[in-house]
């Protein structure tokens, strides 16, 4: 009986540790954004996706966000090494360089300076792909439903924690013109509202005053057709 209490102790704590663990590498400043849909005065469902200019105007117009970070998640894609191994990946996504210190990246290898259009991988990926081999400067051809195009590995950067809302694998910096253009940047149409978005606020910010101020930028600036949800 002893034995068998001690071991649910055991189980039980390292449980709660688990769920009270997650995104324990991300700065308790960082906030992910989320849309609640109304239809008719109720609230009909909730959206982890906003508008792509909606960071950058939050940046500009609330002195209290230190910074903001846009997301692309990418699934379905094909990886295919310069020796033409092919790899099957989920956990692909492009975004702002604001990454690396918002979700507190590590880097171990290589650099984060001038990645644009280019990519970092984590550690792991950097072994399956790679090997013993440096994977710094190495092109990865990555293909898409949509397009192919080749991705040079800038960096390396340690492997997260597993108890994390967001895996990250490969992260590609190409928010801008390459990918989305500014069919979307300049974009506040209620259905173009397609990108995770994370901002981190000042120590001791007032956080119920900036969803406030959320809630006024969305009036202002978001087109909602005939039709659509509010």
């Known amino acids: 009986g002893l034995t068998i209490g001690l071991f649910l102790y055991i189980l039980i704590t390292q449980y709660i540790n688990y769920e009270t663990g997650y995104d324990r590498d991300v700065s308790s400043n960082v906030y992910r954004c989320y849309i609640e849909e109304y239809a008719n005065g109720e609230l ?34 094909t990886i295919t090494t310069k020796n033409g191994d092919s790899f099957f990946e989920d956990y692909l996504i492009s975004a702002d360089t604001s990454i690396i210190h918002m979700f507190s990246l590590k880097i171990i290898k290589g650099s984060t300076n001038d990645v644009y259009n280019k990519c970092i991988i984590s550690n792991s990926i950097a072994t399956k792909y790679f090997g013993k081999e440096d994977p710094i400067g190495k092109i990865l051809k990555w293909k ?80 909602i057709k005939d039709g659509e949800n509010s």
């Open 144 to 223: 898409t439903h949509y397009w192919e195009r080749d991705i040079m590995v800038s960096g390396v950067f340690e492997d997260r924690i597993s108890n994390t809302h967001r895996k990250l694998d490969i992260i590609c910096f190409s928010m801008g013109n390459l990918h989305f253009g500014d069919t979307y940047y300049n974009n506040w149409g209620f259905r173009i509202a397609i990108f995770p978005t994370y901002f981190e606020l000042e120590e001791n910010a007032d956080v119920a005053s900036i969803e406030e101020q959320f809630k006024r930028i969305v009036k202002e600036k978001v087109i």
């Open 44 to 77: 009909e469902r909730t959206k982890r996706y906003l508008w792509l200019p909606f960071g950058n105007e939050v940046k500009q117009t609330i002195p209290s966000v230190k910074d903001y970070l846009n997301l692309f998640e990418y699934t379905n894609s």
